[in-house]
């Protein structure tokens, strides 16, 4: 039984988690083996994110003062927050490790501080790597800047040519 400043220390950590996880999701894992959970931690450090069993009551009380009411619906059975400082990363790993697992079941999500669905969870699990998307968008910037240069080349390459065939000319004429 914890006191009840533990719990009140537990219920500012959960509080800090909602504010500050840009991605979040709210997993039933009954049902996991030790090996299973084990292997679940592990991959969940790997990706850069956390993963911490909560009780329920707790998590309704944060989520209220967090103004995410809507997760009351999902606050049944066993709960456990995966949360990361990336949108993406908790999602990614929670939404793998369940498609090898199906004794874990995905409640909810939180995402830049709203909550979404499971089906808008694994939408945003789908969606490629930070590093990937910012490469993608230079690349979409880059792209007519590079156009205009091989433009801007090709028209001072044909007045050089234009120019040496005229030098050329005149020598022709000359000589």
């Known amino acids: ?15 800090k988690v909602l504010a500050e996880a840009k991605g979040a999701v709210l997993v ?6 030790v090996a299973e959970d084990t292997e679940l931690r592990r991959k969940v450090r790997e990706a850069g994110a956390s993963y911490t069993v909560y009780k329920n009551t707790l998590i309704a009380l944060a989520a209220k003062e967090a103004g995410l009411d809507e997760l009351n619906a999902v606050l049944e059975k066993n709960t456990a927050i995966c949360s990361s400082a990336d949108a993406v990363a908790a999602c990614k790993v929670i939404c793998d490790f369940a498609k090898d697992h199906k004794k874990i079941l995905l409640k909810a999500g939180i995402v ?17 790597p930070r590093e990937v998307l910012v490469a993608k968008m230079l690349g979409s910037l880059n792209a007519p800047i590079s156009g205009l240069v091989r433009t801007l080349n090709g028209t001072v390459a044909k007045i050089v040519y234009a120019l040496d065939a005229v030098r050329e000319q005149k020598e022709k004429q000359s000589a």
């Open 112 to 128: 830049e501080g709203k909550v979404v669905t499971v089906d808008e969870v694994k939408a945003v699990a789908a969606l490629p």
């Open 1 to 15: 039984m914890k006191t009840k400043a533990e719990k009140e220390l537990q219920l500012a950590e959960i509080k």
């Open 28 to 33: 039933d894992f009954c049902g996991l083996t």
